[in-house]
């Protein structure tokens, strides 16, 4: 159940990527394309209508934002201050790091639950009692989107679905750290690797060990001393 | 005094650890909540609304197109052709990595990818062929810092976000610095590897340069697309940003093949990772201005930045001591998106332009990217040498201290910057 929403997650953002850069794309080439004169091709062009495109690529990235926000405290990117956490004993940071999961958990459930109350306002209590052939009664029935005409309420959903995912990711990485000690995290190893001179393709800067993330208590620093330490951990390329 | 209350609050809530997006959030939401009468409702929607920008999506356009270059080959070949035609001076390869990292900045909009797509290919190479790793380390983790001066720029993109200056007008600004600096960094290199003898490399003939030029000539011609399209109008910032992807990702693909179809959803996904991650600190950012702005605590305090009589020299230094600080603690997007709100209507108060006021705080978040505790290039590098911070620390310095001196030419000369977009015209 869990692995279906993890992969539906990961292929919701990665589809929302590819396609509006794949719109973006296409509306200008449209629109240079319908410039020149060749007959039938032009008109055709003419024909088709990309007033659309930049508002539909804007809902996709929101919708990415928000759905790959929460992605990303599953592989832990988020960053934040951590310089003075990562000084602590691991006792106590350990409870830093419990407290900003639950910080996290806390604002994106109240933000998400503005936003399901501000959807509802806007049009979805509207539709649902339609769609239940129940009497409306002086309910609202909410904006369109001023290209597409889509109802608002859909669009903007994108804020309760994706923050409610977000805060079940939190307290997800909350268990998770209560039971191992472990935050997620690439490990070291994949950028570490490269031993071939190719770049991994999952290599993400974000993700060095530095102190915009808080070090969990199997944390090993590079180089120095902790090049004693890595051996034990999973961090070695080779 | 409200002023007060906020930053405390944020400060507190940022030092326990926690996601600069979400201490800014809820900053803002118990500020909302306990001392004004805002309906908290509207928090909502500003999260949505906070992003409909259009300008804003070239930020995920632009981590795409420097994905596909960095593990497309283009790093690769963009090296060869920099070593072919540097290489045979003092500094030999560290010179390469230098126009390398000034080439490849000018394809992709960050530093850290930046370090990553020329440093995985370069320190190892430099390390094979007799240098000490602490120079390959030093010359590429502050070369890298290019990535963001150099137009395109994420951060540049950011900062026009949040103080609606011109993006285009900041990338033609950001050149003449971008070159600058790597020449100051070039010299470091060369006078330093002049000092201590580093091995040259055999002077290349004109037909290899040709040769390195032509098969490195699909990324430059990367540049002519970004920029050109940007100056002639054929595209918006955002349009060529998505150009650059679609085409980063066809000469990926099928131009140089040094990517497999079959990891193109990987690519997509890890981009689409950075980008949420930065978008949201973006929406929150958003709503933090929204309530410093309610609170009137911009026009506040630039008002008593006049009052207290200091001139635009002052304000400067102390933007300037106060940027490098932030950049101990935080990365350069959320700095520039906290701070920008707060110092850029002081620095118009002043008389400063918005643009070059933009490229100074580009060039000190390069700064603060190259150092500890949380220099991102530092990390990278560390992640590809396997040397530690404390070591890279000082392997760094000499080019430290060059970004140093650059900064206060930057600062005090904003002709470097202006000149530029002033001769074409678009400002």
């Not at chain 1, 394309?33 to 990235?61: C, R, V």
């Not at chain 2, 099928?254 to 949201?280: G, I, Q, T």
Request: charged residues 10%; neutral net charge.
């Amino acid at each position: 159940m869990l692995k279906i929403l993890d992969h539906l997650e990961e292929w919701l953002i990665t589809f929302l990527m590819g396609a509006a850069t794949l719109i973006i794309f296409a509306s200008v080439l449209h629109r240079y394309g319908s410039g020149l004169s060749i007959p039938g091709l032009q008109d055709w062009l003419l024909s088709i209508n990309f007033g659309w495109a930049q508002e539909l690529t804007i809902i996709m990235f929101v919708w990415m934002a928000k759905f790959g926000a929460a992605y990303g405290v599953r592989t832990g990117i988020h960053v934040g201050v951590d310089v003075l956490i990562n000084r602590l004993s691991d006792k106590n940071r350990a409870k830093f790091i419990v407290i900003g999961l639950a910080a996290g958990a806390l604002f994106t459930g109240i933000v998400g639950t503005l936003g399901l109350r501000f959807v509802l306002e806007n049009g979805a209590h509207y539709q649902i009692l339609t769609w239940l052939g129940r009497d409306v009664g002086d309910l609202y029935e909410g904006p369109t989107t001023p290209d597409l005409e889509w109802p608002t309420w859909i669009v903007y959903s994108a804020i309760p679905l994706g923050s409610y995912l977000m805060c079940f990711r939190f307290l997800q990485v909350m268990v998770g750290f209560l039971r191992t000690g472990e935050l997620p995290h690439h490990d070291h190893g994949h950028v570490e690797g490269i031993e071939e001179e190719m770049v991994p393709v999952d290599a993400n800067p974000y993700d060095m060990g530095d102190n915009l993330h808080p070090h969990d208590l199997v944390h090993k620093q590079m180089g120095g001393n902790g090049d004693k330490g890595r051996k034990n951990g999973k961090g070695d390329g080779k | 005094m409200s002023a007060a209350i906020i930053f405390v609050i944020l400060l507190v809530l940022m030092l326990t650890g926690m996601p600069i997006s979400i201490s800014l959030g809820l900053t803002v939401l118990t500020f909302l909540f306990t001392m004004t009468q805002v309906p908290i409702e509207s928090v909502a929607l500003k999260l949505f609304t906070g992003i409909e920008k259009f300008e804003i999506m070239a930020i995920p356009f632009f981590i795409l197109a420097g994905n596909f270059l960095t593990h497309g080959g283009v790093a690769r070949r963009m090296i060869n052709f920099a070593t072919a035609m540097v290489g045979h001076w003092y500094g030999g390869l560290g010179l390469g990595g230098v126009l390398a990292c000034a080439l490849f900045a000018a394809v992709s909009g960050s530093s850290p990818a930046t370090v990553v797509a020329i440093g995985a290919i370069l320190m190892p190479a430099m390390t094979r062929q007799g240098f000490p790793a602490k120079f390959g380390a030093g010359v590429i983790t502050t070369s890298g810092a290019l990535g963001i001066l150099i137009p395109p720029s994420i951060v540049m993109v950011m900062y026009s976000v949040s103080t609606n200056t011109s993006v285009g007008a900041l990338f033609m600004a950001g050149v003449l610095p971008g070159l600058l600096l790597a020449a100051f960094l070039g010299f470091t290199t060369w006078y330093r590897a002049r000092k201590f003898d580093y091995p040259r490399q055999p002077k290349a003939s004109w037909g290899q340069r040709v040769k390195a030029f032509r098969e490195s000539a699909w990324g430059l011609f990367l540049i002519v697309v970004v920029m050109g399209g940007i100056y002639t109008g054929i595209f918006t910032p955002t349009e060529a940003a998505a150009m650059s992807a679609v085409y980063a990702f066809f000469v990926a693909v099928f131009v140089y093949k040094d990517l497999r179809m079959s990891d193109v959803p990987k690519v997509l996904l890890n981009s689409a990772n950075m980008s949420a991650m930065l978008l949201y600190i973006i929406t929150n950012a958003v709503l933090f201005s929204f309530l410093l702005t309610h609170e009137n605590i911009p026009q506040a305090m630039a008002d008593f930045m006049i009052g207290s009589g200091v001139g635009m020299v002052g304000f400067l230094i102390m933007a300037n001591i106060l940027m490098l600080v932030a950049g101990n603690f935080m990365e350069p997007s959320s700095i520039v998106l906290i701070l920008a709100p707060i110092l850029f209507p002081i620095a118009i108060k002043l008389g400063i332009d918005p643009v070059h006021f933009g490229i100074i705080m580009v060039v000190n978040m390069e700064v603060g990217m190259c150092h500890p505790p949380v220099g991102l290039n530092l990390y990278v590098a560390s992640g590809i040498t396997k040397m530690g911070i404390t070591e890279l620390t000082v392997a760094v310095w000499p080019w430290l201290v060059s970004m140093l001196v650059f900064l206060i030419l930057v600062t005090y000369v904003p002709g470097i910057s202006l000149v530029l977009p002033k001769a074409l015209g678009m400002m």
